[in-house]
């Protein structure tokens, strides 16, 4: 098994745990932080499973965003705070991933 094999494993299996953990909070009643622990922790996981990738990178705050709107939408979270949230979240990312890229830290 090679190195990509081994991310692919790794994240449909952080993925398939994020679901079930999901899908007991929503039992729960709680949706909006289904939602968030769901699209935001695959999007964490594709965040730090990139690897250089920059499609898995930008996949991952796709997946984050979405998250996070979902929250604040099923959670009865003013939306407003939620966009300011989401902007500041986002630029510490891709501000992180150009730092990272520019020091030689990833391939």
């Given amino acids: 098994m090679d190195a990509g094999d081994r991310v692919f494993y790794i994240a449909w299996g952080v993925a398939i745990v994020l679901i079930g953990i999901a899908a007991a909070l929503a ?10 622990v769901l699209f935001g922790g695959v ?3 594709l965040i730090a499973l990139n690897s250089g990738d920059s499609m898995r990178f930008y996949g ?3 997946f984050l965003v979405v998250g996070i709107l979902l929250f604040a939408v099923l959670s009865g979270f003013n939306i407003a705070y939620a966009l300011i949230i989401l902007v500041i979240i986002v630029g510490a990312l891709v501000m992180w991933y150009g730092l990272s ?6 391939k």
């Fill in 43 to 45: 999007g964490a996981v």
């Fill in 60 to 62: 991952g705050i796709s």
């Fill in 101 to 106: 890229k520019s020091r030689g830290d990833r």
């Fill in 27 to 36: 039992l729960l009643g709680m949706w909006g932080l289904a939602m968030l």
